[in-house]
């Protein structure tokens, strides 16, 4: 990822689903961007007590993909899980309002880097599900994409702006029945590859079916563990930097 910082506005906020909400933020800083960063990722710097801290190595900060890029400013369209998980970024995107200050670094790049396949299947959740967007508008018009998306109710479907078909799985028991939806699968013969982002239990389940039961190759997975349940958003970045360390 860059580590160019920018200082941004909230432009606009908006719940649209039980458990999405949109926010819009734009900067004149900005001016580089276009459509070609959707599905991208920022790490959207949070305020703390109203104050962003633009220090890229002591601030507040999580990872966000791009769902929209406006053409002419550059403002970058956002999605917030909220009503699910506590953390920080969380309780800052139920209560921003317009005009607050935020900062945004990146873009970074995209997790897929392999868009001349002929097979894709895409795993994801309301936390993944615009970088599930950026990749149904940007991977081959003629290969083949399984898309499986986790919702926890019908009110949380959003478009893609696609015309793919995209499986939506509404359920509260995700667990098992996205392991059950992927092995249920007509897998073609040739073999795919796999982006998946999900709760990070769910994400090892997943991938030992693709490898052990349908023989899918590990270099053909890109995988991670957006969230951990029992954790909040805090509690698994520490988490991970410490499983980081002790594996460095």
């Known amino acids: 990822m860059g580590k160019k910082v920018r200082k941004a506005t909230v432009l606009s906020t908006k719940q649209i689903t039980p458990h999405l909400q949109r926010i819009i933020v734009g900067s004149d800083e900005f001016n580089d961007l276009s459509a070609q960063y959707i599905g ?24 966000y993909t791009i769902r929209h890029v406006d053409e002419h400013t550059g403002a970058l369209t956002l999605d917030f899980v909220i009503n699910m998980h506590q953390g920080p970024a969380t309780n800052w995107a139920k209560e921003a309002k317009v005009g607050d200050e935020v900062g945004i670094a990146g873009p970074g790049p995209k997790k897929l880097d392999n868009y001349d396949h002929s097979y894709y299947l895409l795993l994801g959740d309301l936390t993944s599900v615009n970088a599930i967007k950026g990749y149904v508008q940007q991977l081959p018009i003629n290969a083949k994409i399984d898309a499986i998306i986790h919702a926890p109710t019908k009110d949380d479907v959003i478009s893609l ?3 793919r078909d995209v499986t939506w799985l509404i359920t509260n028991n995700p667990d098992t029945d996205m392991i059950n939806a992927l092995k249920s699968l007509p897998l073609s013969e040739q073999q795919p590859i796999v982006f998946m982002a999900l709760e990070a239990g769910l994400v090892r389940k997943a991938k030992t079916i693709l490898t052990d039961e349908l023989a899918i190759p590990r270099s053909q997975i890109v995988a991670s563990g957006y969230w951990k349940k029992g954790l909040d958003s805090e509690a698994y970045k520490l988490k991970r930097q410490h499983t980081a360390a002790k594996n460095s």
């Open 40 to 63: 991208n990722y920022v790490k959207v710097l949070i305020p703390q007590n109203g104050l962003v801290d633009f220090n890229i190595k002591t601030t507040c900060m999580r990872s």
């Open 161 to 163: 702006d696609s015309s």
